[in-house]
């Protein structure tokens, strides 16, 4: 799958797809926000864990964008790369295309780096291993 916009940085890893539902709706009829956030959080986190190796905590989100609206019925996928990785924290760039349901038109609509924590069984950050 190729972005809309080829001269952007790569996409990364493929992280999660689903689709966008009437439920997931604003008042203007497009996909909310928060939502959209949420499956942010969720690709970024299987890319963390896979670095971790371990529980992982989201800490912060960082330099978020939102280019284009998620319409109802888009197929959404969410890609993610490590950006870098700290002595316990990871950080993550995450960036969802939605497919456009009737007319299969890739965009990239939304980007962001998710930051998170290698965390030990007690919720106390731990060091991230070598890669
Ligand atoms: C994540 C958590 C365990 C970290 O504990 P902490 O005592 O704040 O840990 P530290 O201050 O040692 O910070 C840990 C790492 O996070 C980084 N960090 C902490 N706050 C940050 C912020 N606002 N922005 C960027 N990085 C941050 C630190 O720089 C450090 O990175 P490093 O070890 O690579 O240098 C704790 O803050 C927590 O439990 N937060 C709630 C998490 C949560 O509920 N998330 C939502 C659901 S998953």
Do not use: C
Request: charge should be neutral; proline fraction near 7%.
């Amino acid at each position: 799958m190729a972005p809309s916009d080829p001269t952007q940085t790569p996409l990364g890893m493929l992280a999660l797809r689903t689709i966008a539902m009437p439920a997931d709706a604003n008042a203007n009829g497009d996909i909310f926000g928060g939502w959209v956030l949420g499956q942010m959080d969720l690709a970024g986190s299987v890319a963390a864990g896979q670095r971790a190796r371990s529980r992982i905590a989201t800490v912060a989100v960082e330099a978020m964008t939102f280019h284009k609206p998620i319409n109802i019925g888009d197929l959404v996928t969410g890609y993610a790369t490590v950006a870098k990785t700290g002595r316990t924290s990871i950080h993550i760039h995450v960036v969802i295309v939605a497919t456009r349901r009737l007319t299969h038109e890739e965009v990239r609509v939304t980007e962001g780096t998710f930051i998170y924590v290698a965390i030990d069984d007690e919720g106390k950050p731990r060091p991230v291993p070598p890669a």
